[in-house]
């Protein structure tokens, strides 16, 4: 019997890390490989980033997933095979899928060009599997075509660090002066992109780590310390990417008459109360949620154009939770990618 005849006694199995709810561990799986049904792509998984949207969800701090469910939701991956209707993709293309997985197309908030609030929006690794696996199905009309060159696990973060970090800079409007609060995966993508537009930036750390702001000074960062500091000059926008609560009256503080504070995670702890001076002077808070198609195709026609170089640390798929553990731990500089066996997996670290 051939194993790769499909639909047979011995059908193609690939392996998955699920999340099925209660304790925060995913359990490896393995799955029989689907057909693309009409519209979809079967993707074939290079690499697929760590995000803490992931970490949120295995912790139970987003409401209404549909379990059990393959988090992940910056995949990288060739088509493997193409569902009827499609067109535009071809077998063994590269395409990156994100978070917003699909959207009605009729609500009000789609038919004004907000996908990214629609009513019955179904998301990436949350409500659809995602890329913590060999093999994965997406809807051809949200994936972006993917440089055929680049190295997967350089373009993972894009995906939603970068496109989340840059929808998170366009809502802030015209800035000159801008602070990055959590400099991690997001905040060292749209660090570049600050530079290349000339804003400049300061970068806010947990206080005390020198590392990270090292990190963020390498990446052109005018000032960097401790998020209880305060930066040499008021922030035209604070953008927040640290789930800390405690940090929004922090940048409220930090930032200039009219200036905005922006919150670019799906969850943070509790905001404490705040006096209303620090508001006051036409300061705004806002929170930036999910990300529309053209967020998408603007800034990955950005990037290579920067270009956009990301700092990652690969794991093998195998090794998802520790790759969650280290994100929980902030013992990550830049983001974490997962790799799939068969795709130049790194070698177990100790
Ligand atoms: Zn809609
Ligand atoms: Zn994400």
């Given amino acids: 019997m051939n194993a790769r005849a499909r ?22 799986e393995l799955r029989p490989l689907p057909r693309p049904g009409s519209g979809e792509l079967l993707l074939r ?64 908030h789609c038919r004004r060009e907000r996908e990214n609030l629609c009513d019955r929006a179904r998301f990436t690794g949350y409500q ?23 190295d997967p696990v350089a373009l993972a973060p894009l995906l939603c660090a970068g496109l989340i970090g840059y929808r998170t800079l366009r809502l802030a409007g015209p800035v000159n002066v801008v602070g990055l609060y959590g400099f991690g995966a997001a905040a060292h993508i749209l660090a570049q992109v600050l530079r290349h537009r000339g804003v400049r930036f300061h970068a806010f750390t947990r206080p005390g780590d020198a590392e990270a702001q090292g990190f963020a000074r390498e990446l052109g960062a005018a000032w960097a310390g ?3 500091e305060l930066p040499p ?23 200039d008459k009219g200036g905005v504070v922006v919150c670019g995670g799906i969850h943070m702890s509790e905001i404490p109360s705040f006096p209303y001076r620090i508001l006051w002077e036409e300061r705004s808070i806002r929170s930036v949620a999910n990300l529309t ?3 998408g195709r603007e800034f990955l026609a950005l990037a290579p154009r920067i270009p956009v170089r990301t700092e990652t640390r690969p794991y ?13 731990a902030g013992r990550l500089r830049g983001a974490a990618v ?6 130049g997996a790194p070698a177990e670290r100790g």
């Fill in 7 to 28: 639909g047979g006694a011995a059908p193609e199995h690939y392996l998955a890390m699920v999340f099925r709810g209660g304790e925060a561990a995913l359990r490896p």
């Fill in 233 to 255: 000059e008021p922030l035209d926008a604070a953008l927040l990417f640290a789930p800390v609560g405690a940090l929004v009256p922090t940048a409220l503080r930090a930032v």
């Fill in 316 to 328: 093998p798929l195998t090794e998802a939770n520790r790759a969650l553990a280290d994100l929980r």
């Fill in 128 to 150: 659809i599997d995602g890329g913590y696996a060999e093999m994965a199905l997406a809807d051809a009309r949200y994936c972006f075509p993917l440089p055929e060159d680049a």
């Fill in 293 to 295: 198609r053209r967020d």
């Fill in 226 to 228: 401790g998020s209880d």
């Fill in 338 to 343: 997962l790799v799939p066996p068969g795709h």
């Fill in 45 to 108: 998984v290079e690499a697929c980033g760590v995000c803490r949207t992931d970490l949120h969800l295995v912790d139970g701090e987003l409401p209404d997933p549909v379990l059990p469910v393959v988090p992940g939701h910056e995949i990288v991956g060739r088509v493997e095979a193409v569902g009827p209707g499609v067109t535009g993709f071809e077998p063994g293309r590269r395409v990156g899928v994100p978070w917003l997985g699909w959207t009605c197309g009729s609500c009000r």
